[in-house]
């Protein structure tokens, strides 16, 4: 996990094993709270970042790319049916299908992308030092991931603008919607005579 030390200029009589049992103690607290942390940020299905790590990256990279002009971009997925997989196959096959998805869409991006699940079914992707089109180049491998796992999903693509990362969530998100109501539009206009 790491080392514990300290410097002391003056002088000490000390045996190291008359304090190795609270350098002990306090390595099992340092563990044990490093541990917490990480659970703490770490979605327990999937074993993606989850939302609060996810808002932690977004500051973060929000006052990188303000402090040094960088672009960057968002991606939302939302996987189709899932509801449909639960309630027909049971939840087993729900939770493989999500860590399914997880595992394509980690490796449909780049090393330094952060993807989290965002919750249930939707997932996220900060895609740093991206803009436009290279953003849209991303949500393409990610879908093609998707498709070769043979989990549906729709993917919006937002680059960071005026109105910041969390503009851009807003903006992915509602080009997942905006998809979805197209494919309903079109589900619709197929059932009628």
Not at 1 to 11: E, F, L, S, Y
Not at 164 to 170: H, K, S
């Amino acid at each position: 996990m790491g080392t514990i030390c300290g410097v002391d200029a003056a002088p000490h009589q000390e045996d190291l094993a008359d304090v190795l049992p609270v350098l002990e103690a306090w390595a099992a607290l340092v563990a044990r709270l490093w541990k917490a942390e990480l659970e703490a940020r770490t979605d327990q299905l999937t074993a993606l970042p989850n939302r609060c790590a996810w808002e932690e990256a977004l500051r973060r990279e929000e006052l990188r790319c303000r402090r040094v002009g960088h672009a960057a971009a968002v991606l939302a997925i939302d996987l189709d049916d899932f509801k449909t997989i639960n309630d027909r196959l049971g939840y087993a096959a729900g939770d493989a299908h999500l860590r399914r998805a997880a595992v394509a869409i980690a490796e449909g991006v780049r090393e330094h992308d952060v993807v989290v699940r965002w919750g249930g079914d939707e997932f996220c992707v900060l895609a740093t030092e991206c803009g436009a089109p290279a953003a849209e180049r991303l949500g393409e491998r990610v879908r093609e991931a998707l498709d070769a796992v043979e989990v549906p999903a729709m993917v919006g693509v937002a680059p960071r603008g005026p109105d910041g990362l969390a503009g851009a969530v807003g903006r992915a998100f509602a080009h997942v919607a905006e998809q979805k109501r197209d494919k309903q539009a079109e589900a619709e206009a197929g059932d009628l005579p």
